[in-house]
């Protein structure tokens, strides 16, 4: 099992920077698959970027791209998304997630419901 604590979000002006922490507990982090998602109040919980257990591999949602980086280090338990040009469209809830799916397909691996561990979430507002 892991257990995900997210922190760094905060209120930001658009066109700032944020660069939100996951830190994961347990041994077995460097087996999962991380992504993080975000949900907007009266929203679905939305894909934003996956990354794979080695850090070798990333996705991200096609309106993140350009402007959010995923990362991890396995020897600290930590996953992060760096984000840079945020727009007031980026306001949400955003969550980290872990997932055993090892695989590459980009449908199941942006499906919430893919994932068995979740972190609280940190709050995320972009003011114009």
């Known amino acids: 099992q892991v257990q995900l604590v997210e922190s760094g979000g905060g209120l930001v002006q658009a066109g700032g920077s944020l660069r939100l922490s996951c830190a994961a507990s347990?041994?077995?982090?460097?087996?999962?698959?991380m992504a993080w998602f975000r949900q907007a109040p009266g929203k679905e919980r939305e894909f934003v970027a996956h990354?794979?257990?080695?850090?070798?591999?990333?996705y991200y949602v096609n309106t993140v791209k350009g402007r959010f980086t995923i990362s991890r280090d396995n020897a600290k338990n930590t996953v992060w998304l760096q984000m840079n040009g945020l727009k007031p469209e980026d306001t949400a809830v955003y969550y980290c997630?872990?997932?055993?799916?090892?695989?590459?397909?980009?449908?199941?691996?942006?499906?919430?419901?893919?994932?068995?561990?979740w972190g609280q979430g940190t709050q995320v507002t972009v003011s114009s």
């Open positions: 997630a872990a997932t055993g799916y090892s695989g590459n397909y980009y449908y199941t691996l942006s499906s919430r419901y893919e994932y068995g561990y």
């Open positions: 347990g041994r077995t982090f460097s087996s999962y698959a």
């Open positions: 990354i794979n257990w080695s850090g070798g591999t990333t």
